[in-house]
């Protein structure tokens, strides 16, 4: 049976510890060099201008349109304002395509599974007409034939045949109002693979108006409002293969690390003579969760079509994110907790919930999205009024929690700061050996919340900035998101300050086998220093609880 004298990081000495700090800080650098020096940018995007091709049969039969020989298949239409539609044909005549990836030096370049995902982005071109208002938003359907190949020059497969509905948002302004002056319109999103198992993919879309049914001011007629297309865009973007590379073994090597850590904690604390705590019972969480993100799961997408790897990514990245700050509510909190004992999770119920209902409206909304887009890649909750409705109602309600909560979580940190100075101030009143002790535990707790600080502002910051970029690749300046030109080196550095941290907790917060080395107290100092609510309690968090007296 292990004894039980605190945590390792109590125990240490200070030289044992600057020696283990300095090799984490050197290790910090290093996953920032790796990103700097080996990973190229997360994402990159190609764009490509859609060829408007005529097709007779108005969509009667199978065939498919495509642009690139040796089995170029469009009678091409160079200019769409002098074309002549095909009687009763209701626009269907007219095919945009669209064949990705592009050619490049006389090269057919191709598409890998490192690339993991592909999202597709639809710009569209509306010329200003006189008579024509400067503003508009209107629904635009279309109707998308998608499919792909498995190898150059084959024969191109069925993905997907499926009817889209985007809110059209296009503008101009005042002095810009000139016959054939380009509207400026929203960019739309328009498909999400959560895999890239393809090399090539060829899209047809229509964009059909029966003229009939609106002239009848029929409801279910497509497009009666929509202004004329001049051309349609597509923005394909992907990310890098070279990251996924760098990411991918960086996860390979650290999760052995991090599951052979946890398990050793659980066996450290399994083999006192008591229940765990609360608070070591939260740093066991927090390994597990950080073990199964870092689990690379991600490999099987290299030789299996695996469309549910961007929902499992979310899922993984949202549990890590709920226990990483359920924890740092509960840190704060043991050492904030007066002549009240927090025995178990429900005890801090009303601190977690801003967590609690933030990681659940994200998980609806997540279902709701990538969920559908597992059967239908072209589904956006954005596209209806209820689902736009829904996702709005998620979205503002997990912004107004996690601002509760970092303000809640920024209050509680303020009240341990404050205690720990009330702390310094007592310790004169102290004996020698008792305040040396309790000043050396001072010191180090200082520094572990120092660290929980950096760690919280780059978790926080780079919790913004993926959400940012992804708002700047769905957004009008797809081009522009840092996801796809920042640096790839504060996301390694940011995911090696997620594993040094919870590895340090769980090294550092593991029940100790020593005493308290050379320095020996008397029976009455252990008993203060190490007793509180009838309880054993870790030194640290005894010291810097409020006295009871």
């Given at each position: 049976?292990?004894?039980?004298?605190?945590?390792?990081?109590?125990?240490?000495?200070?030289?044992?510890?600057?020696?283990?700090?300095?090799?984490?800080?050197?290790?910090?650098?290093?996953f920032?060099?790796?990103?700097?020096?080996?990973?190229?940018?997360?994402?990159?995007?190609?764009?490509?201008?859609?060829?408007?091709?005529?097709?007779?049969?108005?969509?009667?039969?199978?065939?498919?349109?495509?642009?690139?020989?040796?089995?170029?298949?469009?009678?091409q239409?160079?200019?769409?304002?002098?074309?002549q539609?095909?009687?009763?044909?209701?626009?269907?005549?007219i095919?945009?395509?669209?064949?990705?990836?592009?050619?490049?030096?006389?090269?057919?370049?191709?598409?890998?599974?490192?690339?993991?995902?592909?999202?597709?982005?639809?710009?569209?071109?509306?010329?200003?007409?006189?008579?024509?208002?400067?503003?508009?938003?209107?629904?635009l359907?279309?109707?998308?034939?998608?499919?792909?190949?498995?190898?150059?020059?084959?024969?191109?497969?069925?993905?997907?045949?499926?009817?889209?509905?985007?809110?059209?948002?296009?503008?101009?302004?005042?002095?810009?109002?000139?016959?054939?002056?380009?509207?400026?319109?929203?960019?739309?999103?328009?498909?999400?693979?959560?895999?890239?198992?393809?090399?090539?993919?060829l899209?047809?879309?229509?964009?059909?108006?029966?003229?009939?049914?609106?002239?009848?001011?029929?409801?279910?007629?497509?497009?009666?409002?929509a202004?004329?297309?001049?051309?349609?865009?597509?923005?394909?973007?992907?990310?890098?293969?070279?990251?996924?590379?760098?990411?991918?073994?960086?996860?390979?090597?650290?999760?052995?690390?991090?599951?052979?850590?946890?398990?050793?904690?659980?066996?450290?604390?399994?083999?006192?003579?008591?229940?765990?705590?609360?608070?070591?019972?939260?740093?066991?969480?927090?390994?597990?969760?950080?073990?199964v993100?870092?689990?690379?799961?991600?490999?099987?997408?290299?030789?299996?079509?695996?469309?549910?790897?961007?929902?499992?990514?979310?899922?993984?990245?949202?549990?890590?994110?709920?226990?990483?700050?359920?924890?740092?509510l509960?840190?704060?909190?043991?050492?904030?907790?007066?002549?009240?004992?927090?025995?178990?999770?429900?005890?801090?119920?009303?601190?977690?919930?801003?967590?609690?209902?933030?990681?659940?409206?994200?998980?609806?909304?997540?279902?709701?999205?990538?969920g559908?887009?597992?059967?239908?890649?072209?589904y956006?909750?954005?596209?209806?009024?209820?689902?736009?409705?829904?996702?709005?109602?998620?979205?503002?309600?997990?912004s107004?929690?996690?601002?509760?909560?970092?303000?809640?979580?920024?209050?509680k940190?303020?009240?341990v700061?404050?205690?720990?100075?009330?702390?310094?101030?007592?310790?004169y009143?102290?004996s020698?050996?008792?305040?040396?002790?309790?000043?050396?535990?001072?010191?180090?707790?200082?520094?572990?919340?120092?660290?929980?600080?950096?760690?919280?502002?780059?978790?926080?910051?780079?919790?913004i900035?993926?959400?940012?970029?992804?708002?700047?690749?769905?957004?009008?300046?797809?081009?522009?998101?840092?996801?796809?030109?920042?640096?790839?080196?504060?996301?390694?550095?940011?995911?090696?300050?997620?594993?040094?941290?919870?590895?340090?907790?769980?090294?550092?917060?593991?029940?100790?086998?020593?005493?308290?080395?050379?320095?020996?107290?008397?029976?009455?100092?252990?008993?203060?220093?190490?007793?509180?609510?009838?309880?054993?309690?870790?030194?640290?968090?005894?010291?810097?609880?409020?006295?009871?007296?």
């Open positions: 049976m292990a004894a039980n004298g605190g945590a390792v990081i109590e125990h240490l000495s200070n030289r044992k510890l600057s020696i283990i700090l300095g090799l984490l800080l050197c290790l910090q650098i290093g920032f060099l790796i990103g700097a020096l080996f990973a190229p940018a997360p994402s990159s995007s190609m764009e490509f201008l859609m060829t408007k091709c005529k097709d007779p049969e108005a969509g009667r039969t199978d065939k498919w349109f495509q642009i690139q020989p040796p089995q170029k298949q469009c009678q239409i160079h200019d769409i304002d002098k074309y539609s095909v009687p009763n044909a209701y626009a269907r005549d095919v945009f395509v669209a064949q990705m990836p592009h050619v490049r030096d006389s090269v057919q370049l191709q598409y890998s599974p490192w690339f993991q995902f592909l999202l597709g982005l639809l710009e569209v071109e509306v010329e200003y007409q006189s008579g024509f208002p400067g503003e508009t938003n209107v629904p359907s279309l109707e998308v034939r998608m499919g792909y190949q498995t190898k150059i020059e084959g024969q191109w497969t069925e993905f997907i045949v499926t009817n889209v509905t985007r809110q059209l948002e296009c503008s101009i302004e005042e002095e810009r109002k000139v016959d054939g002056a380009l509207l400026h319109c929203t960019v739309l999103d328009l498909f999400e693979l959560g895999s890239n198992n393809y090399p090539m993919y899209l047809n879309i229509r964009v059909p108006v029966d003229f009939k049914q609106c002239q009848r001011n029929d409801p279910t007629a497509r497009n009666c409002n202004p004329k297309i001049h051309d349609l865009r597509i923005i394909a973007i992907h990310q890098n293969g070279g990251f996924t590379k760098v990411w991918l073994w960086m996860k390979t090597v650290i999760a052995p690390f991090i599951v052979a850590a946890t398990v050793w904690y659980y066996k450290r604390v399994s083999a006192l003579n008591r229940p765990r705590y609360l608070v070591e019972n939260s740093i066991l969480a927090l390994g597990v969760s950080l073990a993100l870092d689990f690379p799961i991600e490999w099987l997408s290299l030789w299996f079509r695996l469309p549910f790897m961007l929902l499992i990514a979310d899922i993984r990245q949202g549990l890590f994110y709920s226990v990483l700050f359920s924890f740092w509960i840190f704060a909190g043991e050492h904030l907790t007066d002549d009240k004992v927090y025995k178990s999770l429900k005890d801090y119920w009303r601190n977690l919930l801003f967590i609690t209902v933030a990681s659940i409206s994200l998980l609806i909304y997540d279902i709701c999205e990538r559908m887009q597992l059967s239908n890649p072209f956006s909750i954005w596209s209806s009024e209820t689902g736009t409705h829904l996702a709005l109602a998620t979205i503002y309600v997990a107004i929690c996690t601002i509760c909560y970092f303000s809640f979580l920024v209050y940190i303020w009240m700061w404050t205690q720990i100075k009330q702390k310094c101030a007592q310790l009143q102290k020698e050996i008792q305040r040396l002790k309790e000043k050396n535990l001072i010191y180090r707790f200082k520094f572990l919340m120092v660290f929980t600080l950096v760690c919280a502002g780059l978790t926080i910051l780079s919790y900035m993926k959400q940012y970029g992804e708002g700047q690749m769905h957004g009008d300046e797809p081009d522009e998101s840092v996801l796809t030109y920042s640096t790839s080196s504060f996301f390694t550095g940011t995911f090696g300050m997620w594993n040094i941290y919870v590895l340090l907790l769980l090294a550092m917060y593991a029940p100790s086998h020593k005493n308290y080395g050379h320095t020996q107290l008397t029976n009455e100092e252990t008993d203060v220093l190490m007793t509180v609510g009838g309880t054993e309690a870790s030194a640290m968090v005894t010291l810097v609880k409020p006295s009871t007296d």
